[in-house]
């Protein structure tokens, strides 16, 4: 038997690694490619001033929150045509006009779902469900909710909590991939790791920052910040029935959060009252 019978190496062996593959090993490459990433991909939030890790383009993370609100808007009843809907929609323009992040698609959309949430996605997309409205019970309590959809936007915490997936694959099914197939595998893993992260819920450290920059905006829109006490309070009273609202699902309790705004409420007060001099 020859060689070329018995071992396939134009195509399982070192013949095919590509020229820049050169003599290095994967193992020692990776983490040296990881750690160049980490401190070249630290970004400050705005407002709180937290550094953050995002690994991926702002265009990327806008891309991949574009496909998938056009999903669920395909799947989810949208509502148009009532109150609501304006509300939120007009909601929406005054928080995002306060943000000053003007430069994205924003869309707010009213979704037919009897749980009481909403959520925000990469690219300025914004959805609310109508069993919202049974503990928003006010405009000024609606627009926290919006400014607090809003803020998750501001701060980048989808592509954070994406780049952080992307870490975790990469370190640990990256290291593997790259001792088979090569490199070729690390794009793909780094897309799949991205689109499972979008799916992942805000961390509590992003929740609670989205709480903080979300109470600034509302009363910087010239909404009353005191709404968003009221809002966790409602909030409070219907947890617990059913699946938990994507504010509280990575909260202990809701006492935690109001004590926080409190703290804010000065300063969230001083900008409110501007507003209205
Ligand atoms: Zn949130």
């Known amino acids: 038997m020859g060689r070329s019978v018995g071992q396939p190496a134009g195509r399982y062996g070192m013949a095919v690694r590509p020229w820049w593959y050169g003599g290095l090993r994967p193992l020692r490459v990776l983490p040296l490619l990881l750690a160049a990433l980490i401190l070249t991909a630290c970004e400050t939030v705005p407002i709180t001033g937290r550094q953050q890790l995002i690994l991926m383009p702002e265009a990327q993370a806008e891309q991949i929150g574009v496909q998938a609100f056009q999903q669920i808007k395909a799947r989810q009843p949208i509502v148009r045509d009532r109150p609501e809907a304006r509300m939120v929609a007009e909601i ?57 959809e809003v803020a998750h936007v501001l701060a980048r915490h989808s592509a954070e909590r994406m780049s952080r997936q992307m870490l975790v694959e990469l370190g640990l099914g990256g290291l593997a991939a790259a001792t088979g197939p090569g490199y070729a595998g690390m794009a793909d893993i780094a897309a799949q790791a991205a689109t499972l992260g979008l799916l992942l819920p805000f961390t509590r450290d992003q929740e609670a920052e989205a709480d903080h920059i979300g109470l600034l905006l509302m009363a910087r829109a010239g909404y009353d910040p005191r709404a968003a006490i009221d809002l ?31 703290a804010l409420m000065p300063e969230a007060l001083a900008i409110y009252d501007a507003q209205h001099q």
């Open 92 to 148: 929406g323009q005054r928080v995002v006009a306060a943000s000053g992040l003007t430069g994205y698609g924003w869309e707010f959309v009213l979704f037919q779902d009897a749980s009481p949430n909403a959520f925000a996605l990469p690219g300025g997309k914004i959805g609310v469900n109508t069993g919202l409205f049974r503990v928003a019970r006010t405009e000024n309590q609606v627009a926290a909710v919006i400014a607090h």
């Open 232 to 262: 966790w309070r409602n909030m409070g009273a219907v947890a617990g029935a059913g699946r938990p609202p994507e504010f509280l699902s990575t909260h202990p309790s809701a006492a935690n959060r109001i004590a926080r705004l409190e």
